[in-house]
């Protein structure tokens, strides 16, 4: 008897010795200094806004995140651009709930999105990303990617940030239930990045739309497929959305006028390059020709619309030629 006690407590001796050690193992990365809030869109529902800027400025955190409490567990959406920033982001909803983060969405892999993945990975989390994601992660691009943001993000980017591949890719509308919450994943192909997905939850009617809505500005049109671009919009438009989280900038309790405000623009862009190259008319004077008057009062309209309109008509031009 006297002996079982003891032997009892030699265990908890070495449990107990274990389970510090284990602690202790667990990696710190170097501590952010960028503030950083919580603030919920809808009940359970939580956004981490990411600050407005370019790639390596304030410590990276320039992606939004989000996060949905549910009595199963928690589901975050995007991992931010580093792991000391995840790590922050693991402090700020701990102040919500200590319950264990189980599964962790990617919009899309990009750097600003998906450095942190490892801080989830490691408390046991499932990823789910769009099934591009792959091709990205086995590309040279990623390795790449990594090497830079080694160098400009530095100590938040380390030796010890890893890519950290999905468990499970995406290649069609899916959805899961959790803790009384509904997750509807729209994967959409390449649009913005290789491979985007959205993600709306209910009940809220919150969608997280990654980088394909940018919210209040002309968005950024680059090489963007924006025949795909529009249809995905209307897509989302309906489905009982109610507040649209972009991948970065604020929260639009107008989702709907939001989208549609992106998608008449692109629309916009297309119609007007479209008769102008069908007309064989040269850019500068298509351009010139076109009443902006609608959108010109926008944030971002005079750096970013004769890019994008120019990106268009070069896009439209390639389609009538059917290449
Ligand atoms: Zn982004």
Same mark, same amino acid.
Request: proline share 5%.
């Given at each position: 008897?006297?002996?079982?006690?003891?032997?009892?407590?030699?265990?908890?001796?070495? +449990?107990?010795?274990?389970?510090?050690?284990?602690?202790?193992?667990?990696?710190?990365?170097?501590?952010?200094? &960028?503030?950083?809030?919580?603030?919920?869109?809808?009940?359970?529902?939580? +956004? &981490?806004?990411?600050?407005?800027?370019?790639?390596?400025?304030?410590?990276?955190?320039?992606?939004?995140?989000?996060?949905?409490?549910? *009595?199963?567990?928690?589901?975050?959406?995007?991992?931010?651009?580093?792991?000391?920033?995840?790590?922050?982001?693991?402090?700020?909803?701990?102040?919500?709930?200590?319950?264990?983060?189980?599964?962790?969405?990617?919009?899309?892999?990009?750097?600003?999105?998906?450095?942190?993945?490892?801080?989830?990975?490691? /408390?046991?989390?499932?990823?789910?990303?769009?099934?591009?994601? +792959?091709?990205?992660?086995?590309?040279?691009?990623?390795?790449?990617?990594?090497? /830079?943001?080694?160098?400009?993000?530095?100590?938040?980017? *380390?030796?010890?940030?890893?890519?950290?591949?999905?468990?499970?890719?995406? *290649?069609?509308?899916?959805?899961?239930? !959790?803790?009384?919450?509904?997750?509807? #994943?729209?994967?959409?192909?390449?649009?913005?990045?290789?491979?985007?997905?959205?993600?709306? &939850?209910?009940?809220?009617?919150?969608?997280?739309?990654?980088? !394909?809505?940018?919210?209040?500005?002309?968005?950024?049109?680059? *090489?963007?497929?924006?025949?795909?671009?529009?249809?995905?919009?209307?897509?989302?438009?309906?489905?009982?959305?109610? &507040?649209?989280?972009?991948?970065?900038?604020?929260?639009?309790?107008?989702?709907?006028?939001?989208?549609?405000?992106?998608?008449?623009?692109?629309?916009?862009?297309?119609?007007?390059?479209?008769?102008?190259?069908?007309?064989?008319?040269?850019?500068?004077?298509?351009?010139?020709?076109?009443?902006?008057?609608?959108?010109?009062?926008?944030?971002?309209?005079?750096?970013?619309?004769?890019?994008?309109?120019?990106?268009?008509?070069?896009? #439209? /031009?390639? /389609?009538?030629?059917?290449?």
């Amino acid at each position: 008897m006297s002996i079982g006690r003891s032997l009892r407590w030699v265990w908890w001796v070495i +449990l107990a010795f274990l389970s510090t050690g284990a602690r202790s193992a667990a990696p710190s990365y170097a501590p952010v200094t &960028v503030p950083m809030k919580v603030q919920e869109v809808a009940p359970d529902v939580y +956004l &981490v806004q990411g600050l407005a800027g370019a790639a390596t400025e304030h410590e990276g955190f320039i992606s939004n995140a989000g996060f949905v409490v549910t *009595d199963a567990g928690v589901v975050v959406l995007d991992a931010l651009g580093s792991p000391s920033l995840a790590t922050r982001m693991r402090e700020l909803i701990r102040t919500v709930t200590d319950r264990p983060v189980v599964k962790v969405v990617v919009t899309h892999y990009h750097a600003d999105h998906i450095y942190g993945l490892q801080v989830y990975k490691d /408390e046991g989390a499932q990823v789910f990303a769009p099934a591009e994601a +792959l091709a990205y992660l086995n590309g040279p691009q990623a390795a790449a990617r990594l090497a /830079e943001r080694r160098e400009t993000l530095k100590p938040f980017v *380390d030796d010890r940030t890893r890519l950290v591949y999905p468990d499970v890719l995406v *290649d069609r509308d899916a959805s899961f239930a !959790l803790g009384g919450h509904t997750f509807a #994943l729209k994967p959409f192909g390449p649009v913005h990045s290789d491979g985007d997905m959205a993600m709306l &939850v209910q009940p809220g009617g919150v969608l997280f739309s990654g980088d !394909l809505i940018f919210e209040g500005r002309v968005p950024f049109v680059g *090489d963007a497929d924006t025949r795909r671009w529009v249809e995905v919009l209307d897509g989302l438009l309906g489905g009982g959305l109610e &507040v649209l989280v972009p991948g970065h900038g604020a929260a639009s309790r107008n989702a709907q006028a939001t989208l549609r405000l992106t998608r008449e623009y692109l629309a916009f862009l297309r119609e007007t390059m479209g008769r102008a190259v069908e007309e064989m008319q040269p850019f500068d004077e298509a351009y010139a020709a076109v009443d902006w008057s609608r959108w010109k009062d926008l944030p971002a309209f005079d750096s970013a619309n004769r890019r994008n309109a120019y990106a268009v008509y070069l896009g #439209l /031009e390639n /389609e009538a030629m059917g290449r």
